[in-house]
């Protein structure tokens, strides 16, 4: 299993630019999880998706972020237009829930935006 | 508020030695622990988990302790390597999907 797979890996861009970074979930996992991770504030769950359906964005900071799940094996999040204070490590975590049980989330390698 | 955090945030062990992280929750409604290994430029990395029913649960030269009457959860490495040089969150669960993250240990092993 190559895991979740995130792109790309490093993102550098320029204030006021639009960012859309990338996510494949491990296959068979219905549950999909967008992390931020700052030295001031941890790992922040930003949005969480279920079976390609949004359950919870109330993490995500602004109507600058959105993100989408098209289908079981792809997810963006977008940022638009991108602020410095956006710099962060972006996660993406999948998980499969075993008969509405919780299940570990397994995280990708991350996104390292860089806002100038 | 309630949260989850580590009692230290470093620790320097020399290599072969046993290492204990520790970690503190006050949500007396969390039942689920995680605990994840983050090295530099990777994401954090499912190492063991126990439930609310248990108190000690064994992997791979880790061994997790949860203490539900104080609150208390700890990661035990035995015979710590240059590998096991990481950041370690514990994160809890009360219900559903949302996990809570402490803010990190810092292991540092020592040659």
């Known amino acids: 299993d190559a895991g979740v797979i995130q792109s790309p890996r490093h993102e550098v861009t320029e204030m006021g630019q639009e960012v859309t970074l990338r996510c494949k979930p491990i296959?068979?996992?219905?549950?999909l999880f967008w992390y931020r991770q700052t030295m001031m504030r941890g790992l922040e769950l930003l949005i969480y998706?279920?079976?390609?359906?949004?359950?919870?964005d109330s993490g995500m900071p602004e109507d600058r972020f959105s993100a989408k799940m098209p289908n079981a094996s792809f997810s963006t999040l977008k940022i638009q237009p991108s602020e410095p204070r956006d710099s962060a490590v972006y996660f993406c975590?999948?998980?499969?829930?075993?008969?509405?049980?919780?299940?570990?989330?397994?995280f990708g390698p991350g996104t390292r935006l860089t806002v100038l | 508020g309630e949260s989850v955090g580590l009692h230290l945030p470093t620790l320097s062990v020399q290599e072969g030695d046993n290492s204990i992280i520790n970690c503190a929750y006050s949500n007396s409604a969390s039942d689920y622990f995680i605990w994840y290994k983050q090295e530099s430029g990777k994401g954090p990395q499912f190492i063991i988990d126990i439930r609310s029913n248990m108190d000690k649960r064994q992997g791979q030269r880790v061994t997790v302790l949860l203490n539900k009457t104080v609150k208390h959860l700890s990661l035990q490495i035995a015979a710590t390597q240059p590998g096991d040089s990481a950041v370690y969150f514990c994160?809890?669960?009360?219900?559903?999907?949302?996990?809570?993250f402490g803010a990190g240990t810092t292991v540092t092993v020592r040659a």
């Open positions: 994160a809890e669960n009360s219900y559903d999907y949302k996990l809570s």
């Open positions: 975590a999948s998980g499969g829930l075993l008969g509405g049980h919780r299940d570990t989330q397994y």
């Open positions: 296959s068979g996992h219905n549950s």
């Open positions: 998706f279920n079976n390609n359906v949004p359950i919870d």
